[in-house]
C-alpha cells in the first residue's frame, strides 16, 4: 500500500482515528460514516487509508480520540478513580453496548494475562454482558467465577448467570451461582435462603473476590431490576423518594454517593456493595439520560475503574460547574 506524504497533525490525527474506530469497530461503511461526520465519502477513504499509513490501524485501532483521553483525565481526578477509558459515541445509539464491551473486553484480557487476580464476581447489566461477549478465549483455569447476585425470573438481553456460564467457557474458569433469586418476597425469606447449602459458600467466596464487574442501575421501571420483575415502579418510587438515584447489586445511593437504606434492601440477595470497597471494581455505563446514576455511583468511591463513551463522559464532566438538578430528574422519572 502507498503512504501518503502527508503527515497528520494533531487535529487530523484525532479525525482519522474517529473514522477508522466507526469503520473497523462499529462496522459502519464508509458512506454511513461520512453521513454521520457531515463529510464526502472520498474524504473517508482518504482518512481510512492516512489511519493505516500512520500505524493507528493494526490488528486493533491503536490510537486514542485527544478528547477522549482529556475526558478520561479529568473524570479520573473527579472521582479518585484509577482507571478510565471513553470511547467514542456511536451515531447509533443501539452500538453503544458494543462499543462499551469491546473497551470492557479489553481491560479484562489484560487484567486475566496478567493473573493479579484468581476470584472474579460478576454483576449484571448489558454492558456486562456485551464485554464478556467481545473477550476472546483466554486460558485462565486458575480463575474462579462466582456471580454476586441472585437470577432474575424474566429474561432481559442475557441474564446474569448467561454472562458467569460464558465468561467461564471462554477462560476455562470454575463457576458459581448461588440458586437464589434477586430479591426475595420478606426479610425472613432471605435470612433462610442466605442459611442454604451452597448460597451462603457461593456468597462468601464472592466476598473474596478481588476483582469485579458491575453495571449502574437507575432508579426507575425502565431499568434492569425494572425489566426483570423484581421491582414494582411503586418500589421504585418509594425509593426515589428517599433520594436514591443510583442502584448497584440492588442497593440504592443518592446524589451524593451515600447508601440510601430503602424496604428493597432488606430483601435484596446479593454481595453487600461495601465489600468490594478497595478491591478492583469496574464499572461500565453509558448514554447522558444516565449521567444522574453515574454520577451518584461513582460517587459512592466503590468504583475503581470507570468505562464509559464520549458523550456521556463530556456530560459527566460538564456537571461539575452546572447546578444540581436531580429534583428536576426525579420529577422527570416520576412522570413516566
Known amino acids: 500500500m502507498a503512504r501518503s506524504s502527508r503527515r497528520l497533525g494533531n487535529d487530523d490525527m484525532e479525525l482519522a482515528t474517529r473514522v477508522a474506530w466507526l469503520y473497523y469497530e462499529c ?17 473517508v477513504q482518504r482518512l481510512i487509508a492516512r489511519a493505516m499509513a500512520s500505524g493507528i490501524v493494526r490488528i486493533s485501532i491503536g490510537g486514542a ?33 458494543s462499543a462499551l464491551g469491546r473497551a470492557g473486553a479489553d481491560y479484562l484480557a489484560e487484567v486475566f494475562e496478567t493473573r493479579r487476580h484468581t476470584v472474579f464476581g460478576v454483576g449484571h447489566g448489558r454492558t456486562v454482558a456485551a464485554a464478556v461477549d467481545h473477550l476472546e478465549a483466554v486460558p485462565f483455569p486458575e480463575l474462579t467465577v462466582v456471580s454476586v447476585l441472585g437470577d432474575v425470573p424474566r429474561r432481559v438481553g442475557t441474564n446474569p448467570f448467561d454472562v458467569v456460564h460464558a465468561l467461564a467457557q471462554k477462560t476455562g474458569a470454575a463457576a458459581y451461582l448461588p440458586p437464589v433469586p434477586f430479591y426475595a418476597n420478606t426479610p425472613e425469606d432471605r435470612a433462610v435462603l442466605f442459611r442454604q447449602r451452597g448460597v ?3 456468597f462468601r467466596l464472592a466476598a473474596d473476590a478481588g476483582l469485579f ?16 420483575g423484581m421491582v414494582l415502579e411503586a418500589e421504585f418510587a418509594a425509593a426515589r423518594r428517599d433520594g436514591a438515584v443510583a442502584e448497584l447489586l440492588g442497593t440504592f445511593f443518592d446524589a451524593a454517593g451515600q447508601r440510601v437504606e430503602t424496604e428493597l434492601q432488606d430483601r435484596v440477595i446479593a454481595i453487600d456493595p461495601e465489600v468490594m470497597r478497595g478491591r478492583e471494581v469496574i464499572a461500565m455505563a453509558g448514554g447522558t439520560a444516565k449521567r444522574r446514576a453515574i454520577d451518584a455511583a461513582l460517587k459512592s ?3 475503581t475503574a470507570f468505562i464509559t463513551d464520549e458523550e456521556t463522559a463530556s456530560a ?17 422519572w416520576e412522570d413516566q
Not at 462496522?27 to 474524504?43: C, D, H, K, N, V
Not at 478520561?72 to 451515531?91: A, I
Not at 464487574?213 to 426483570?228: D, N, Q, R
Open 27 to 43: 462496522s459502519m461503511t464508509q458512506s454511513e460514516i461520512g453521513a454521520a461526520l457531515g463529510m464526502p465519502q472520498t474524504r
Open 65 to 97: 480520540v485527544a478528547s477522549c483521553v482529556t475526558l478520561e483525565r479529568r473524570l479520573t481526578e473527579r472521582y479518585g478513580l484509577d482507571f478510565c477509558r471513553v470511547v467514542p459515541t456511536p451515531p447509533d445509539p443501539e452500538g453503544l453496548f
Open 200 to 202: 451462603a459458600d457461593a
Open 213 to 228: 464487574l458491575l453495571g449502574i442501575g437507575e432508579v426507575k421501571p425502565s431499568a434492569f431490576l425494572g425489566m426483570s
Open 301 to 303: 468511591g466503590i468504583v
Open 316 to 332: 459527566l464532566a460538564d456537571d461539575m460547574s452546572s447546578p444540581d438538578t436531580s429534583e428536576d430528574q426525579t420529577r422527570e
